[in-house]
């Protein structure tokens, strides 16, 4: 690990450290913590220690975690937990989101968003055939061939417009 990589990942600490200890001596301080910010939490943990130290990588386990946060978040504010039967189907655009963000960290701005949003496209039709099967709205789930057309076109594009290789 990089010096700088060491510093940010112990100011984290740090930070973090002194915030369960005020929660131990203050209770409803860190009553955002509980159940299910924690796990967003940790994903944007993640997140900025990949921002502060440099190292891109950081970002995609931080997304995925902070994505699934985001589901479980949704699902115990509306009580819905059965749309983990199609939900699930989100986590590879959570993972192509972090590619992406792992390419602008790293300076990979040419490559990164391909692979990111091939993912991501992948992710929404599984979402919406999934969805549509176990109980996504209707009105909604009546839009995801949208999807594979644009995916297709999408796929065209980088055949006649492919990437100059450096």
């Known amino acids: 690990m990089n010096r700088r990589a060491t510093i940010v990942s112990g100011v984290i600490l740090i930070l973090l450290g002194l915030l369960f200890l005020a929660g131990q001596f203050f209770p409803g301080l860190v009553g955002f913590l509980e159940w299910p910010y924690s796990v967003i939490g940790v994903g944007l943990i993640f997140l900025l220690a990949a921002i502060l130290s440099g190292r891109g990588g950081l970002a995609i386990p931080g997304m995925i975690i902070s994505g699934i946060g985001g589901i479980l978040y ?53 979402f919406f055939i999934f969805g549509g099967s176990f109980g996504l709205d209707p009105q909604i789930v009546r839009y995801w061939p949208l999807l594979l057309i644009a995916f297709g076109l999408m796929l065209i594009l980088k055949l006649i417009f492919p990437r100059k290789q450096s």
């Open 74 to 126: 949704l699902q115990n504010a509306t009580n819905t937990w059965a749309s983990w039967s199609y939900m699930w189907a989100l986590i590879p655009g959570f993972v192509g989101l972090g590619i992406i963000f792992s390419g602008l960290i790293n300076g990979h701005f040419r490559s990164a968003p391909g692979s990111g949003f091939s993912l991501i496209m992948i992710s929404l039709v599984l």
